[in-house]
């Protein structure tokens, strides 16, 4: 069984640092990995998807990489705001697992002024 | 496009009562998901639909229906209700499967008391 763990659980950050979240996975045969932006009392954002053929995904200050040999991938946030201050999912399709997204349990950022 | 709407934002039940989640989307896709997220916990599937009239149960799926009549509808029914559906549901949406992003709507808070 696919499970999908997030490390840490929580971060507390000053503003302008750049910062790594972390994603780890059991299971190694994947069709994608998913990473969400979670603002309270809020639906998901996705902020990123990346293909298992790929080893990473861009996206402004953001970028996530994907490793699934090792069963990882992380996010980065460079020049971090308060604006970031949210909680990040990590989620993954697993071959063979249907339409089934497999999601971590989070971890939350807050970004200090 | 309003994108994924969901219907109430807050409801409190009794112990047996039931009710059904109303969720929308407006964006012609044909996968369509229902995830609930106990507080510190990542979403859990319940029910995927595929297209109109398609549906099939996902990890966490005793104590709820579902139907998909059309392709913009896929509302969510609670039959006697009990305290452990106490969550936040969120209904998601995507145009096909594994390897898409999925869109989520702003959730329900279900209190079952």
């Known amino acids: 069984k696919q499970e999908v763990t997030q490390i840490p659980a929580a971060l507390s950050v000053p503003e302008g640092e750049n910062l790594v979240l972390n994603c780890s996975f059991t299971?190694?045969?994947?069709?994608?990995l998913q990473w969400f932006r979670q603002d309270p009392g809020k639906g998901l954002t996705s902020l990123l998807l990346?293909?298992?053929?790929?080893r990473e995904q861009t996206s402004g200050r953001l970028n996530a990489s994907l490793d699934k040999s090792s069963g990882r991938s992380t996010l980065y946030i460079a020049a971090s705001q308060p604006g970031d201050s949210a909680t990040y999912l990590c989620?993954?399709?697993?071959?063979?697992?249907?339409?089934?997204?497999?999601f971590g349990k989070g971890t939350k950022l807050t970004v200090n002024p | 496009n309003a994108g994924v709407t969901q219907t109430p934002k807050f409801r409190i039940l009794k112990i047996g009562q039931s009710m059904t989640l109303q969720c929308t989307q407006d964006?012609?896709?044909?996968?369509m998901y229902w995830y609930r997220q106990d507080p510190g916990m990542g979403l859990k599937l319940i029910y995927y639909?595929?297209?109109?009239?398609?549906?099939d149960k996902g990890e966490v799926p005793n104590g709820y229906n579902v139907s998909r009549s059309t392709t913009e509808d896929f509302p969510l029914r609670l039959e006697l209700a009990a305290p452990s559906q106490t969550s936040v549901y969120f209904c998601?949406?995507?145009?096909?499967?594994?390897?898409?992003?999925?869109?989520f709507g702003p959730g329900t808070r279900l209190l079952v008391l």
């Open positions: 990346i293909q298992s053929s790929q």
């Open positions: 998601a949406s995507s145009e096909s499967g594994s390897g898409e992003t999925q869109y």
């Open positions: 299971d190694s045969a994947i069709y994608n």
């Open positions: 964006m012609n896709h044909n996968y």
């Open positions: 639909s595929v297209g109109a009239g398609i549906t």
């Open positions: 989620a993954l399709v697993t071959q063979g697992g249907s339409e089934k997204l497999v």
